[in-house]
Structure formats: C-alpha cells, structure tokens
C-alpha cells in the first residue's frame, strides 16, 4: 500500500445539556490524553469541527477543556439551525457537511460522537494507519454505563483537563459496567432476545471475543470524493466513497486502541430474535447487512483487560468461528434454494436495489458518465416503492397484532392490577426491575396508581456472576428500600438466584418483595416451559425470604386467549405472504372476523370459569418479606 502523509478532519456533531456536559466533562478530556490530540499539537493542516445549536456552543466554548482542546488543533464550531428530527438524520447531515469539508483540504474524516470515549494513544494509532494506507479504519465500542464510567475516570485518571488511560484499565472498567443493551450481544448468555450486529462470547473476566457485522468506520479517506449516499456514514457511505475493500482494516485488539460508548441506563431495543439462534441471526443479516458488512463478521475482535489465560481465548475464539462459519453458510445458499421464503427473497432483493441505487447515484464519481438508461430508473423506482410499502404493512401489521393482544387481556390485566394493589403498602415506591426490561407487563399499571413513576427508572446491570439493581444510573444502596418488584419471564429463571441476591441487598429488614412471574410471551408450537416451574421459584424464592402468599392467575380460557395473540403475532412479523394476505382480504373479512372473534372470546371466559387447572397458569403474584440483613453491595 502506498504510504501518504495524513490530514485529518476530526467530525463531532453534539446538542443537547446532557450530551454536550458529557462532551465536555469526558469525552474532550480523553481525547486529550497523550497519543491522542497532542499528537497532533504543532501540525498544520488538520481541523476539529463541532456541530451544534448556538446554545449548547457556548457551554462547549467556556469549559476549560475547549481552550486545551484548541492548543492541539484547531477548533471551528458551526451552527445546527434547522429543527432537529431523527438523531442519526441529523448526525448524517453533519457528517456530510465535514466530509465535504474535508475533501476541499483531501483529508481524512475522523467519525467522532459526543458519548464515546478513547484509551489513550488512540488517535495515534488511527494516523499510523492511515499514513501506511489504509483508507477505512473500523473499530467496536462496547456499550457502557455513562454515569458509572464518567465517575471512574474522573476519580481515578483525570489529571487537570487529560483523562489519561490505558486501554486495559479502560476495557477493565468496562467490563465491570456493561450497559443493560450489552446483554443483547452475548450469543450464549443474559436474558431477552439477540441484536446480532455485534455478538460478543465472554473469555472469563478478561474480555470479550467480538463477531461484528456492523462497526464504527472511524476514519475513512475517499477513494473517491463527491459521493452521493443515502443511509449512514456506517452503511452505504463506505461503500459509496471506498469500493476497494483491499484497503480496509478492522482493530482486532484492544491493546491497538479502544473506544467505548457511554449510556443512560433505561435505553431498551426490542428484539424478538433468539440467542443461540443461528437462523435468527442470519435471517438478521440478509436484510441488515451487504457484502462489505459481511466482510466484517469474518474477523474476530479481542478486546480485553490483559490476556493471562490464552487457552480460554482459544476455545472462545474457535466457539466463535464456528458460529460464524454457520451464519456465513446460511448467507451464502443460493437464492434457488429460497424461493419458497417471501422474506429472504424480499431482504435480498432490497440489498439488490440498495446497491443499485448507490451504483447508479455515483456514476459520475466512478468515471462511468452520467447517462443513466431510463429502464434502470424505473426499476429503481419501482423498487423504492415496494420497500416503502412493505416498511408500512410491517409496522401497521404489528401494531394491529399488538392491539390485539392488548384487548385479548384487557380482563386478565384488570384481575392483575388489583391483586397487586392488594400486595402494595400505602404509599409505597416500588423498585420495579425486569428480566426482560424491553418488554414490562407491569410498568403500565403501576403509573396508574404510584405517581410518579417510571419503568426505565430502575434497571438491573448484569455481570458474569451477579447482577446490581440501579436506579438512574446509580448503584441502590444497601438496606435502603421498602419494596422490590421482579417482573419475571417464565422462560427465563436461570438467573433468577441473582435476582433473588441484590433483591435481599437492596430491601431493608422486613421489607416486601414481589415477584411476578408469568407466561405471557409463550408462543407455538409450545415452549418447553416445566408445569412445575411455578413451583420451582416458590421454592429458590423460600430459600431467602419468607413467603406469605401467592396470587394465581389464569385458566384454559386465558391461556388459549394468550397463546393466540403471541403465535398471530410471531407468525404475521414472520411471514412476508401473511401480511399481504391480510392486507388484502383483512377489510372484506373484518365482520366474519369479529364474529369468530366474540364467540372464541366469550368460550374463553366460559372455559375460564369451568377449567381452572394449575397446569393452565398465565402468571403468579408471590408476596415475600426480608427478614436478615444481606452482607454488602457487589463490586460495580
């Protein structure tokens, strides 16, 4: 690769208090450690261009670490002046206004965020690479606890206006404050279903080893300049500006450099993908990825706190491989052997007119003319459309299944509020924390009767062998609360014992625990839920508090009710032929539906009266008290 002598435009697009205190406060500071931007003191050329609203340019412009920031390289703050939508529109706008920037001056563009932090000697690293070639520079983030980590490196690092640390310690205290949404990256491990842009397996307490579709092209240098591109810097603009992915590279240790995001604790993403699943995560990747984001899951990422025991890294890193390898194979079938499944063909067919699209946008760039034959433009268009029109009748089809869902238990929910207001003490304000904190049944009645309350108020962080109840963002004190509600997912109480732990933490003596466990995400054909399940948390919850008293829910009618609304809804957000379907006799069938419907709810009501068997449980309300103090809060 031919060497090049680099500038560099460093891009970060901040608004708002919080972020832009956060900008300030942290993320600046450890830019400014060393191997960062005073690696770059003294060079001419290079620029660090802020976008943001007026007001929050002047919190940035009188902090202290915006005068140091501006001794390593020059500052220039534009303005935001439009309304500000969606975030990643608006981020992308700003970032086309800096690549623009920084081809004028044939630099590189330096992606940065407001909430992302960087080990020292980072930066260095970056332009290493880059003066030896390489035109895309892609690096992970894990996702971590922004309040926890900010107090770290202010109490342990920061020297003046440097937050100086080594990308092991860094990574160290990552480790020990994963983000709630990390648990969506673990392949083998947490609860809830599986984001698979990045799938993480966890190497002991020393790291992680990463599988990662989607990664955070730091630094690109256009291979060609004046593209046009239609998603994020991270989805087609690479692939617009750089076609040649010989000439990429991916940081695969940590100990190169290291970045990490930094979180408020109740943001959730709603997954319905399985983990373990290796069909899930490639039908995932079939609409989310291209073959440049594929390029990226073939190399495995280590980030880590120091490697003591390279056998484990071994065994993780050939689990990894394995899974891997499966999901490439499924990627690869030929499109022959799917015709039969709509959704494949449909998520291959829009990456086929994604490319297209781009291909056709940038002929001018690409030295192939301008002259665009009109077939090409109507296929394009076509195309569009149809995207569009499956975009609505999937989000519409899911609300609709939703609603349906909703007044299915609209009975159930108003048995359920009164049994738990009957388990609540006068003015009580409950901590509230869900095994599956997407996705809470009893966030919803409890703001009818507890004020103020909030569901994504509380959040429970898990680790390797524990997990630490928050709220805020803050750890919760030992012996400090009355009441502690565990929302439950009967599918998954694996971990229940450590919920069980900070639970006995977090309450003071004879304070109220109480667990709500249910069935209410059951879908067909049957999950392989225990009928003694019930009975097996009654007995590990014993083992820790005494159990006063047990509120049972539910009966054939309810559980027929429950199991249709969850298999109507996994096979419509499933079926591409469904949704059309319904579309298209739902309106002419809509008054045979509403009959059907009347007599199977009120058979159901009938059965609930007359088949009240334990076996057909929808949910139990298990009222438990505390009576010894727990021995200490976990390390976080």
Known sequence: MKRRLSIF????????????????????PAQLAGGNLAAFRGEPGHRYIIYTRPEDAEIIRSSAAYASLNECVAVTVEFITERIGLVHDMMTDCYRRGIAEAEKADAAAIFLTPDIVFSAGSFQAIKRMSDDGRDVIYIPAIRTMKKAIGAALANSFQQGNVIEIPSRQLMRIAL????????????????????????????????????CFH????????????????GTVDDDYVQAA???????????????????????????????????????????????????????????????????????????????????DEIESHLERPTWSV??????????FNQWLKQRRLDLANRQAAGAGDDIPAWKMRIVSAGEVFA???????????????????????????????????????????????????????????????????????????????????EKGELITTSSKD???????????????????????VLREQGRLVVYLHRLGLVWPADEIAENSLAGVVDKLGAEFQVASIRRRGGLGSYLRVRLAAWFR?????????????????????????????????????????????????????????DSFPEGPPRI
Not at 215 to 230: A, E, N, T
Not at 492 to 503: A, G, I, M, N, Q
């Open 242 to 324: 750089c076609p040649d992915p010989s000439r990429d590279i991916i940081v695969n240790d940590s100990d190169q450099l290291l970045a990490i995001e930094l979180s408020d604790p109740g943001r959730h993403v709603v997954s319905r993908l399985a983990k373990g699943s290796i069909a899930d995560a490639a039908r995932w990747a079939e609409q989310y990825t291209d073959e440049r984001h594929r390029r990226l899951f073939r190399v495995g990422i280590r980030m880590h706190a120091g490697i003591l025991e390279p056998g484990k890294w071994l065994e993780a890193e050939a689990r990894a491989s394995a899974v891997a």
């Open 339 to 348: 015709l039969l499944d709509a959704d494949i063909l449909v998520s291959r």
């Open 176 to 211: 020990d404050n994963p983000h709630p949404l990390a648990n969506a990256s673990w392949w083998e491990e947490g609860e809830g279903g599986l984001l698979p842009a990045t799938i993480y397996w966890r190497v002991g307490d020393e790291g992680i080893v990463a599988r």
């Open 215 to 230: 990664l955070h092209p730091v630094c690109v240098y256009p291979q060609r300049k004046g593209v046009k591109f239609f």
């Open 570 to 626: 996994a096979f419509v957000s499933r079926r591409l032929a469904v949704r059309w379907l319904l579309i298209i006799f739902g309106l002419p069938l809509l008054p045979i539906i509403m009959v059907f419907g009347g007599i199977f709810v009120v058979a159901t009501v009938v059965l609930d009266f007359f088949v009240r068997s334990a076996r057909y449980w929808i949910s139990s309300l298990i009222l438990a008290r505390n």
């Open 388 to 470: 569009r029109a499956r975009s609505f009748i999937v989000t519409r089809m899911r609300w609709c299944s939703d609603r349906i869902e909703g007044l299915a238990s609209k009975s159930y929910q108003a048995d359920l509020s009164r049994d738990l207001v009957a388990l609540l003490p006068h003015a009580s304000d409950p901590v509230l924390i869900a095994n599956i904190p997407e996705r809470q049944y009893l966030a919803p009645l409890l703001r009818r009767f507890v004020t103020p309350f909030s569901g994504d108020q509380y959040v429970s962080l898990f680790r390797r062998d524990s997990i630490a109840f928050l």
């Open 483 to 505: 009441l502690v509600i565990l929302e439950i997912d009967a599918r998954r109480t694996k971990d229940f014992e450590l919920y069980l732990r900070e639970s006995k933490r």
């Open 9 to 28: 435009y460093f891009l970060t697009p901040v608004w708002g208090e919080p972020y832009t205190r956060l900008f300030v406060d942290t993320v600046i």
